[in-house]
Structure formats: structure tokens, C-alpha cells
């Protein structure tokens, strides 16, 4: 099918191209070579007929008549010997001559070549011919550039459009088949469906094993949390420690589970007003006790403690909750997180600082990517901050890290603006 068609678009392209250069002649013929041919036999019959004789008596005599006619018809006229040496000094510039007349005079025989002024010669003629040419091949290939756009390009580039705009959660629409770009645009959209189908059951799978998991391990941290109060005996109180360090290692994977489930879902934000002064009561109370019985020291600092923002208050608080357990996780006893809130110009910037083994410069770039697991000194896996980023970004602010004796995780986050008044009472 392909074949053919690209079979047919030649033959059409060579069609196409012949005719133009069958116009070409025919008009270089009509427009240009016809009116010399009449002009030719006119001339040539009243030349030797009323003013070039056959025959003279002397050489000078017949110059004297072919000087006469070649001014009087504004010609170019030399004359040749019978050893074809050219007698007359009147120069022609790669031209073949029109009119040809053998003539006798009383000492020699001379051959009189008639040539047309530089307006009508045919070296001028085929010089037009070889410029048409030229004008219509440029024609040809302008036409070919503005049908492989049309017909190539555009189907390239809205393909590639459509693969983008995947990439963001846009699927692409199928096409009625025209060309082979159009068949190629729709297996992508079938792709894209195949796609979008297996990644709703990985999702289905992945949510059913968290659950089904999450409950027993709710009772084994649980039961755990109550024997550590018991009365056992050392060995006992160390099988119960190992028990609870798996199963929160394993609440750990679970939350991984949950960031990828999180990040598979549609988020639009739901903003309200805040004050950082609330952000920060709310950072203290869900975290500070936990930390210090770990003996992470946790302390939030602001200077603006009666700004308001216009956020996601869930969502804030989830940026938070990933940023905080991703320094904890490698932090040992004596360590410490700190957050700081303060004005950036129009934004407001959050700083959560710890004094962990920090991040391998080289990669540390490459942190909020999705499942980015490889690091020497410290691993960072799973989707938590690549979820902050993206929270962040919806908010309309940024996020950097950065190595200062330790990670530090920077973001920016707008300030709210108040809407002026449009009507005074």
C-alpha cells in the first residue's frame, strides 16, 4: 500500500515536471524561434533579389552593396574566401548564421554569412530557453518544498506534538487514513491505548497489595507498640524491636506504593488562605514529638508569621511529610531538620535543612526524578520528592537541593495577593 502510493506520487512528480518543460518549448518555439523564421525568408528574398547581386565584377564593388544592406537592415554580414578565411572584422559572439549566399566576383568566389542584431540572434534565443528552464525548475522545487511541508513535515511535527502532549496526560486522536503519516499517527494512538490499559491494571495490582497489606501491618505495629511496654525478658524485647524495625521498613515500601498510586492520579489543587504562622503550629504538633523521641532535633523558625498564602493545604502538607521523612530516614542520633520561612521579593521561601550525609554532587540534580535510586552516599528512592516538585510547580513556585553541611531543599512558593477593591463606598 505504502509503495504504491509513494509509486504514484513519483510518476506524478515526473509527469508533472516533463509537462513543464514541454510548456517551456512550446512557448520558447511559439514566443521566440517563429517569429524569426517569416523575418528570415522576408529578408532573404529582398536581399538578393533588390540588393546583393550573384555576380559582381570586382570585390569592392559587392562590399560596397553588403555594407549598404547590412546598415540599412541592422545586420551583422562577413564575408569568407573559398579557404574560409573571414575577410570583414565584424565580431559574433557564439552564433550560427541565418542567411548563407555563395557569390562570384570576376577574380574569386565568397561565401556571405547573414547574421541578426544582438537582439535577435540565436544564441540569445537558446540563452532565453536555458533562463525559462532555470525559472520553471526553481518553480518546480518551490512547489515541491510547499508540498513536502504540507504533505511530510506538518504530519511529522503534529506526531511529534501528540507525543509530547502524551507525555503530559494529553492522548492523541486517531485520523481518517490519507497518507502513511496518518496510519502511523494511529497505531500510536492505539500504542498509547494498549499503554494507558496496562498501566491502569499495574495501578489496580499495586493498590490491591497495599491494602491487602496495610491492615495486618497496622496490628503487627500495633501489637508491637504494646509489648514494648510488657514486661519481657531481654531476648524477648529484642525479637520485639527486630519485628517493629521490619514492619515499619515495610510501611516504608507501603508509602512508596502510595506515592506512585498518587502520582498516577489527575491532581488538581483546591487553595485556600493560610497563614505561615498556622503552617508552622501544624509542621510542630505532627512532627516535633516524633522527632525528638528519635532523637532528631526539629525545630521551624519565620519571620512572618502573619503572611497569608493561597495554597493547597494538603498538598503543602504532603511536601512537607516527604521532605521531612526523606531527611529523617538518613539521619542519625544527634541529627536535626530545619525548617525556616521567610520572604523571597514576590514569593515566599521555605527552607528544610538537615545535617545528614547530604547528596553526591554529581546526581544531586537528578533527585526529583521518578525512582531515582542511585547514590553512594545517600540513596533516594521512590517518588516522594519527585511528588514535592510536581506539587510545587502546580502551586506556580520552583525547588532546588543543594550540599550545605547536609541536604537542603529550597522552595518557592507565591505570596498572596489581595485583590484591590473595585467600587469605594
Given at each position: ?81 573559398t579557404s574560409g578565411k573571414t575577410l570583414t572584422d ?71 506534538d501528540d507525543i509530547r502532549n502524551y507525555k503530559f ?257
Amino acid at each position: 500500500m505504502k509503495n504504491r502510493r509513494l509509486e504514484k506520487r513519483f510518476i506524478f512528480a515526473v509527469i508533472i515536471g516533463s509537462i513543464a518543460n514541454i510548456i517551456t518549448l512550446v512557448l520558447w518555439l511559439i514566443f521566440r524561434i517563429n517569429p524569426i523564421i517569416p523575418k528570415v525568408e522576408t529578408l532573404k528574398s529582398e536581399i538578393f533579389n533588390n540588393e546583393i547581386e550573384e555576380k559582381y565584377d570586382s570585390y569592392e564593388d559587392m562590399l560596397i552593396d553588403i555594407n549598404m544592406t547590412a546598415e540599412k537592415h541592422d545586420l551583422i554580414i562577413n564575408i569568407e574566401n573559398t579557404s574560409g578565411k573571414t575577410l570583414t572584422d565584424n565580431k559574433i559572439k557564439m552564433d550560427v548564421p541565418l542567411i548563407t549566399k555563395m557569390i562570384e566576383t570576376a577574380d574569386d568566389t565568397y561565401l556571405i554569412k547573414i547574421y541578426f542584431d544582438n537582439h535577435s540572434n540565436v544564441s540569445r534565443a537558446i540563452l532565453e530557453l536555458i533562463t525559462m528552464q532555470i525559472i520553471i525548475v526553481i518553480i518546480i522545487l518551490l512547489i515541491t518544498f510547499i508540498y513536502t511541508r504540507q504533505i511530510v513535515l506538518k504530519p511529522i511535527n503534529t506526531l511529534i506534538d501528540d507525543i509530547r502532549n502524551y507525555k503530559f496526560g494529553k492522548k492523541p486522536k486517531k485520523r481518517p487514513l490519507n497518507t502513511e503519516f496518518d496510519l502511523i499517527a494511529n497505531e500510536f494512538a492505539n500504542l498509547t491505548d494498549r499503554l494507558d490499559e496496562e498501566k491502569a491494571e499495574q495501578t489496580r495490582i499495586i493498590a490491591s497489595i497495599s491494602h491487602d497489606i496495610k491492615t495486618p501491618l497496622t496490628s503487627i505495629i500495633g501489637y508491637s507498640n504494646l509489648l514494648k511496654d510488657q514486661n519481657l525478658s531481654k531476648e524477648s524485647k529484642k525479637y520485639n524491636e527486630k519485628i517493629n524495625e521490619k514492619a515499619i521498613n515495610i510501611k516504608d515500601i507501603l508509602s512508596t506504593f502510595d506515592d506512585y498510586l498518587l502520582n498516577q492520579e489527575k491532581i488538581e489543587l483546591k487553595p485556600t488562605l493560610v497563614q505561615v504562622k498556622d503552617i508552622v503550629n501544624e509542621l510542630n504538633n505532627d512532627y516535633k514529638i516524633e522527632l525528638d523521641n528519635n532523637n532528631i532535633a526539629f525545630m521551624v523558625t519565620t519571620s512572618i508569621p502573619e503572611e497569608y498564602l493561597n495554597v493547597d493545604v494538603l498538598k503543602i502538607k504532603r511536601i512537607f511529610s516527604n521532605m521531612i521523612s526523606n531527611s529523617a530516614r538518613y539521619l542519625k542520633d544527634g541529627g536535626e531538620i530545619l525548617i525556616d520561612i521567610s520572604p523571597n521579593k514576590e514569593y515566599i521561601k521555605f527552607t528544610v535543612k538537615d545535617n545528614g550525609p547530604g547528596v553526591n554532587e554529581k546526581i544531586i540534580d537528578k533527585i526529583f526524578d521518578p525512582l531515582f535510586t542511585t547514590d553512594n552516599s545517600r540513596k533516594i528512592s521512590g517518588l516522594g520528592l519527585s511528588i514535592c516538585k510536581e506539587f510545587i510547580e502546580m502551586h506556580g513556585g520552583t525547588l532546588k537541593a543543594y550540599n550545605n553541611h547536609g541536604l537542603t531543599l529550597e522552595f518557592l512558593i507565591p505570596k498572596y495577593k489581595k485583590e484591590k477593591n473595585k467600587t469605594k463606598k
